[in-house]
């Protein structure tokens, strides 16, 4: 791993792509954000703030809870590390950050990841902490932001694992590497809980690399195109 060279400022070469699973490691990261705006949807969870926040957390919450050590840092590494290059693509094209968007700025989400994740165990990740250039000002509130992640997203959760086992998550789509992967992901939510009402997760052409949950619809989609776009990521990470 290569260290960021500069924690705030876009440097040339902040971060390398770490060997192998940047797609696969951000398609899951992707579809645990969409999951979780189809958990506050379906399970009425209450949201005081940004609902794409929550949502952050959501995803680096369940990176923690159903990894193993090393795949979740692997994760949680790569899952940075693509808002980074989303953040250093925005740069290249000569765009700004767009302070009127509902999601926080690509810089921001990386370093909430980072921050969350090494909140969780900080015993265990300061030298991932380290590796990410997450300044120590920071570090001492993350293992009270993870706390506060647990205690709000842990409930919701556990209402859930309450229900059972179940066939809530439903999965449909074209073969690709998407599928592939929410095939094991699917199953193993399927084998330890059930929603309030069901969810379908369709992977599909969509025209444009985007992932986003239909509360009408009741359903997560995850658009094709993002794989290509995340390869196009790996690229400017790896330069
Ligand atoms: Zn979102």
Redesign the pocket.
Known sequence: MKRLAAALTLAATPLAAQDGGFVEANLLGIFY??LG?AVIDIEGVPIFAQE?DA?DVFSIFLIDAYWEEDSAENMAYHAASGFWAEAMWRDQEGGHIAWWDS?SPDERRFFNTVCLFYGANPEARQEFAEEMNLPEERQDYCPQEYDLAAESWGGVMEAMIERGAGETFVLKGEDSLTLGLLKDGVAALNAEMSLARPLTIAVEHCGEANAFYDPEAVQVTMCLEFEAHLKGLEQILAR
Do not use: I
């Open positions: 954000h969409e705006h794409e949502a999601h």
